[in-house]
Each structure stands twice: as structure tokens, then as C-alpha cells.
């Protein structure tokens, strides 16, 4: 049962590449603005069989599309999640905790996300204060050379 699970789960895989590289096509949008042009157009689209059809079209596109672009997100994400926990491994002096994250429950994150913005914020005030004092240094050698008194 497993085997065909991994073999059907293959097939869905490529399914959805080949749809999404169909789908990101410019023709395919070019094709799909067309028919929304010629539905809109249709003098009689309430009672026109023909905008019933497109519509059902629309619909199920519309609805299967989500799902294949949902799998295709998915398989995207879980790559590059793999990725960048290959660089956070390799690297020394990278924090491991953040190695797989992404199956973390929301208050681990929250609470990793406030380790890490935390120093950030706190290395922005001192360099935001050490870049006050260095003007007012600055503006105490000039007034210096000028021969005015420097006061606070």
C-alpha cells in the first residue's frame, strides 16, 4: 500500500509541474484573457449555453488549480527549507535550534522570533547612540578649530 502511495504521490508531482509550467505560460493567459473577453462581450450570457460552459470551465480550473499550486508551494518550500538547513548545519556558529523550524508549534516560534529580534533591535539603539556621540565629537572638533567654546 505504501509502494503505491509513493508511486501515486510521483505522478501527482509531475502532474503539477507540468500544470504550473502550463499555467505560468504567457500564452495560457493570453488564451484564458481571450475567454473572459468573449464571455463578458456575449450580448445574451445569461441565456447563452455557451457562457455556461465557459463558466463551468472557469470554475473547475479554478478549483483544481488551487489544490495543484497548493502541492507545487508545498514542494517548493520543503526544498528550500532543506537548503537552508544545510547552510545552518555547515555553518560553525549558526544557532542549531533553527535547524527544521518550520515543525516547530507557534509558541516556540514566537518565542525563538523574540530571541532573535530582541538583540537586533538592541544592536540598532547602540549603534544609533554611538552614531550620535561620534557627531557630537565631530562638531566639538570643529567648533574647537573655529575658536568657539563647545557647550552642552
Known sequence: MKNFYTHLERIFEKIAFAFTTVISNSITF??????????????????????????????????LTLFILQKAFNHFTASLHVKLNEIVSSSETADKSVINVESKTEPELIALQKGYSEPLIKKKVDATLENSDHTKIGQKKEDDESGEDWKL
Do not use: E, Q, T
Not at 484573457?33 to 460552459?53: E, G, K, Q, S, T
Open 30 to 63: 493570453i488564451l484564458g484573457l481571450a475567454m473572459v473577453i468573449f464571455w463578458l462581450a456575449n450580448r445574451n450570457y445569461v441565456h447563452d449555453p455557451i457562457n455556461d460552459i465557459i463558466r463551468d470551465i472557469v470554475h473547475s480550473i479554478s478549483f
